[in-house]
């Protein structure tokens, strides 16, 4: 090495050990951050519940991923809720974060096939409130929800 280049790299060294703060702090992360869509956050989970048609129901929705979905992002991809939904596929759930409206839904399918949706328009603080409907059959129901986070 010539003797400039020598000098070069020493005037860096100074330089290099500033970033070594830097460094550390960017290691003691625990590994990517999880990926998040408005109040969802994958590896949650959520507890929807409230009254309609005369008695209360009450569901768990994971958030295992975050896809894009018709101009929202959900639990569960477009394709798999069509084919839940057609099959009225009993126990599943979805969760879904609409970014332009700032809205978020909780769909599941009970156990004989009827399907529920709990609307949440306001999300300013835990637990969230909002409209349940419940379809069965041709026949609608409405009532009231509450969504809570039971696994952060």
């Known amino acids: 090495m010539t003797k400039p280049g020598l000098l070069f790299s020493l005037a860096l060294l ?10 550390s702090m960017l290691a003691s992360q625990d590994g990517p951050v999880p990926r998040s869509a408005g109040p969802l956050t994958v590896g949650q989970t959520w507890t929807v519940s409230g009254p309609v048609s005369g008695r209360t129901v009450t569901t768990t929705i994971n958030v295992r991923d975050l896809v894009e979905v018709a101009g929202s992002t959900a639990s ?3 394709r798999d809720q069509a084919d839940a939904f057609a099959r009225a596929q009993a126990g599943f759930g979805v969760a879904t974060y609409n970014n332009d409206r700032r809205t978020l839904n909780f769909e599941w399918i009970g156990e004989q096939g009827e399907r529920y949706v709990c609307a949440i328009d306001t999300l300013l603080s835990l637990p969230y409130a909002g409209r349940l409907t419940l379809r069965q059959g041709g026949n609608t129901a409405t009532g009231s929800c509450q969504a809570t986070l039971s696994q952060p």
């Open 76 to 78: 569960v991809g477009g």
């Open 14 to 23: 100074p330089l290099l050990a500033s970033c070594a703060p830097l460094t």
